[in-house]
């Protein structure tokens, strides 16, 4: 059984035929066949047990919790009349006015203000971002405060 050149080409081009398709025109969609699938087999999932409801009243919907902002608090509201109190006690006082309480609240921002402001300029100047203890004893050593023990 010899084959001839011939009957060799036939069968490549058969099977050239077969294994790839017909191209189709451009015009022509394709629209692509649908795999089969196997079917899913679904199983049940057990509903978890709500607790008991003390009224008959159903429930309303879902219920959507907002997040909490930040109110913008006073921080001088931070220190309490008890807690000026006790540095007048301190001081000596023995009777103190109400309205001492917000006067004092406005000289300790002040003042507070004025050292946080000049520890600052003195970490600047040290080419530094941390405030430490050295430069708040310095802010206060500039404003006639010294403070020993730092």
Do not use: W
Request: aromatic residues 4%.
């Amino acid at each position: 059984m010899s084959q001839t050149v011939s009957d060799v080409a036939k069968k490549s081009e058969a099977a050239q035929r077969t294994s790839t398709p017909p191209k189709k025109s451009e015009s022509a969609q394709h629209t692509p066949t649908p795999k089969k699938t196997e079917p899913v087999q679904r199983t049940l999932i057990p509903k978890k047990s709500e607790p008991p409801r003390m009224s008959n009243k159903p429930r309303k919907g879902l219920r959507v919790f907002k997040k909490r902002r930040r109110r913008l608090v006073n921080v001088l509201d931070g220190i309490s009349k008890p807690s000026v109190r006790r540095l007048a006690r301190r001081a000596g006082v023995k009777r103190i006015n109400g309205f001492v309480y917000d006067k004092v609240r406005k000289k300790l921002e002040n003042f507070l203000t004025r050292i946080v402001n000049t520890a600052v300029v003195v970490v600047e100047h040290g080419q530094r971002t941390k405030v430490t203890p050295p430069d708040v004893v310095c802010a206060l050593k500039h404003h006639n405060h010294t403070l020993y023990g730092f």
